[in-house]
Structures are given as C-alpha cells and as structure tokens.
C-alpha cells in the first residue's frame, strides 16, 4: 500500500501563485515517476507534469511555462505560477514504480 500526504491548495486570484507537495510512503520498492494530475468538475482526469528519477519532465500544453515541478526522494512539489479560472480542480499526486497510483487530492480555485 502506499500513503499520501499532500498539501498547498487553496483559493487563489487569477495571477496569483500557489506551491503544492506531496510526500508518500508505503510499500514502495523503486519509484519510477512521480507528478501530478488534476480533475476539474465534468472533465477526466488529465495530467498536469510528471518528473522521473534522472529528472527528466514533462508538461501538459496548458501549463508549460506557468509550472515547474521538482523532486526529492520521496518528495515532490509543484510550484504554479500564472494561474488562470481553467487550473481550478482536484490536484492529485501521482507516484509511478511498477503500477499507478494517486493520492486523495488537495483542491485548488483560481477566482476572484
């Protein structure tokens, strides 16, 4: 079994700024990729930006050049500059060994 613990959403103005973490813990013999994915009201869950263990990473179009993600161990972060109404959803982190996983999900609203 493997254990979230996620943190950093909230509620947010457009521009504004916000830093999500994520630490997991578990069962875990070798983590692959960790990253996050995000589902908003009425759409599927779609990713957001993933890093693997070279720190090689990959961004969703949408994002590209507002986020950054970044890993230690265990551990990663997603630091969302820019932010627009359309980021507001569920972020979920996401940890990749031999199978998939995602957290409970830490919420984040872009409104003013």
């Known amino acids: 079994q493997v254990q979230f613990v996620e943190s950093g959403g909230g509620l947010v103005q457009p521009g504004g700024s916000l830093r999500l973490s994520c630490t997991v813990s578990?069962?875990?013999?070798?983590?692959?990729?960790m990253g996050w994915y995000r589902q908003g009201p009425g759409n599927q869950r779609e990713l957001v930006a993933t890093?693997?263990?070279?720190?090689r990473t990959n961004y969703a179009d949408s994002v590209k050049g507002r986020f950054t993600i970044s890993r230690d161990k265990n551990m990663v972060a997603l630091q969302m500059n820019s932010l627009k109404p359309e980021d507001t959803a569920v972020y979920l982190c996401?940890?990749?060994?031999?199978?998939?996983?995602w957290g409970q999900g830490t919420q984040v609203t872009v409104s003013s």
């Open positions: 996401y940890l990749r060994d031999t199978r998939e996983f």
């Open positions: 578990g069962n875990i013999f070798f983590i692959d990729t």
């Open positions: 890093i693997t263990r070279t720190g």
